[in-house]
């Protein structure tokens, strides 16, 4: 499998969703056109083919340390629907890294569709690193649609970031994430997403946290431009002594709509809870300043912005 | 050389038009000018439409010869013109190297970003990589902004009141920095500013009260004036604000 043939398109979307320019060592599953067309494991990284639904279940074994798991998902066929079911399953004091993500390129008139379904299991003391990247281009005027659910369920003592980027060519998505939290679990979430066009992005986050001194930090950066559309939904449920904390900064730009709807409950007395948002178009200072270090108003906008996302 | 001429700034309130800078003539030719005066008298307004950031209502302004009255900020900042604001910019996302990569117009390595900031008295690699937010205090930003300024290695930088906001600890540090500009820099500065430590620095100082000029000379001649140690308060005494 390791000496699998991926085109130019191919290469490309790998590119942009994993940052990898060749197969990856370690272990992985790339999926493209909706099959999977290489896979790799190591002594303690297993990936098994589901057998009741698609998808794959990975086995991350206890005690793995400084390893990772590159599961890509590639589409180059216009029209296609893909539906896929993941599986994660991080044993006891393991500390490894999984970077997914989904690149369409669709160069037809006909919608290409990826529905992605991750569940993980982070057992006790897990730690584990997540980024999740979603890209789409294509010359065609076909849409791209990538609708990723994420569920979550974290066990004593666990430990988890995820980072989630949609940057381009995305015309329509739909993100869940929801969370369970132990005793002692920690979950950091950072999300960065830029829309165009008539782009349409809705974000859901639900976290409970039930195990006394879990914490969950959500945090959300967006850039909407043109008549694109943005909905930010961050619901937090402190369900014993915990801290948690979500944020949503918009930059909105041209003709273009964001809504941010904070939801805190606190079930708990010692249950810490805090929501942060602010919409707001590039102030004209900072524009301004940069303008005074000899940039444009347009260069100057781009780095305001990509920073913003950095 | 930067030069204006008879320049004026005028504003709408309330229906009315009021004047904040009437006929302002001057001629910048020293390496450090400190203009100095009663708040409301158009100091901070004269630098912003030295830099572009406001355009003036009347009047030209010329540098090295060129009348750049209708050139924008960018423009200014390409022929050499950098400004301190008084209060700087906060950014979400781009980290003190990015700013200072920024001013200095290349991409340079930490070492050398580090460096623009340890001339500011900033312990360089605490704040590199740090964003420019609301983590960092006033006097923070302060120093970061003015190592912007040198970063440039501009013609002509401008200083809007680099004192406003910061402790009497980073005030000291601050007229070090200036003394050591005022030796190094091969440009001119010129600096808005109420505080006698900066102005004894001054080449020449620059008193405007209401909108016009009211003094201009070394701070020998200047300075008992504006102190009223010589026996008299002219500078306050006709209609400053």
């Not at chain 2, 970063?151 to 005030?171: H, N, Q, Y």
């Not at chain 2, 100082?205 to 102190?227: F, N, Q, T």
């Amino acid at each position: 499998m390791a000496n699998v043939q991926l085109d130019a398109i191919q290469l490309n979307l790998l590119g942009q969703v994993a940052d990898l320019h060749e197969v990856p060592e370690g272990a992985y599953n790339i999926r493209s056109n909706g099959q999977g067309i290489a896979r790799n494991t190591t002594a303690n990284i297993d990936i098994v083919t589901k057998e009741d639904k698609p998808g794959i279940d990975i086995y991350i074994k206890p005690g793995t340390k400084k390893e990772s798991v590159h599961i890509p998902v590639l589409m180059s066929q216009t029209g296609l629907k893909d539906l896929v079911y993941n599986d994660f399953y991080i044993g006891e004091d393991a500390d490894v890294t999984i970077v997914a993500g989904c690149g369409i390129h669709n160069g037809g008139s006909k919608t290409s569709e990826h529905d992605g379904i991750h569940r993980f299991f982070l057992e006790k003391n897990a730690r584990l690193k997540y980024v999740e990247k979603h890209y789409g281009t294509g010359d065609g005027n076909g849409e791209n649609i990538m609708n990723p659910t994420t569920i979550i369920e974290m066990k004593e003592g666990s430990y988890m970031e995820m980072d989630s980027v949609q940057i381009k060519g995305v015309d329509s998505t739909d993100r869940i994430t929801k969370a369970k939290l132990g005793k002692d679990a920690t979950l950091i979430i950072r999300e960065k997403i830029m829309t165009h066009g008539k782009q349409v992005a809705k974000t859901s986050f639900e976290v409970d946290l039930d195990g006394e001194n879990s914490s969950a930090n959500v945090m959300s950066r967006s850039v909407a431009r043109g008549s694109s559309r943005q909905e930010f939904l961050s619901k937090i449920n402190g369900n014993n002594a915990c801290a948690g904390h979500s944020e949503c900064d918009s930059i909105i730009m041209d003709s273009s709509n964001v809504t941010a709807i904070p939801e805190l409950t606190a079930n708990h007395i010692d249950a810490s809870l805090i929501h942060e948002a602010a919409i707001g178009k590039i102030a004209g200072e900072q524009l301004i300043k940069l303008m005074t270090l000899g940039l444009t108003e347009a260069e100057a906008e781009a780095q305001i912005i990509n920073g913003f996302l950095k | 050389m930067l030069e204006l001429r008879n320049i004026s700034y005028e504003v709408s309130e309330d229906q009315k038009e009021k004047d904040i800078l009437k006929n302002i003539n001057l001629k910048i030719e020293d390496r450090f000018v400190a203009i100095t005066g009663p708040n409301g008298g158009g100091k901070s307004t004269l630098a912003k439409i030295i830099a572009g950031i406001l355009k003036p209502t009347g009047g030209q302004i010329f540098m090295d010869g060129e009348d750049i009255t209708d050139k924008n900020i960018t423009e200014r900042a390409k022929m050499g013109i950098s400004f301190a604001f008084q209060q700087p910019v906060r950014f979400k996302g781009l980290t003190v190297k990015d700013l200072i990569t920024m001013a200095a117009g290349k991409p340079l390595s930490t070492a050398a970003a580090c460096e623009y900031l340890s001339e500011v008295g900033l312990c360089a690699r605490d704040y590199i990589g740090r964003e420019v937010n609301a983590s960092l205090s006033g006097g923070e930003l302060k120093r970061i902004e003015i190592a912007m300024v040198i970063a440039r290695k501009t013609k002509l930088s401008v200083f809007d009141e680099p004192e406003a906001g910061i402790d009497l600890w980073s005030f000291n540090n601050l007229i070090q920095v200036f003394e050591k500009l005022h030796q190094e820099v091969q440009g001119s500065i010129l600096i808005i500013s109420h505080q006698e430590r900066i102005l004894n620095i001054a080449d020449k100082i620059v008193v405007i009260a209401d909108g016009e000029v009211r003094g201009y000379g070394s701070k020998d001649e200047i300075l008992p004036e504006l102190l009223c140690t010589s026996g008299s308060c002219k500078f306050y005494s006709e209609g400053g604000r």
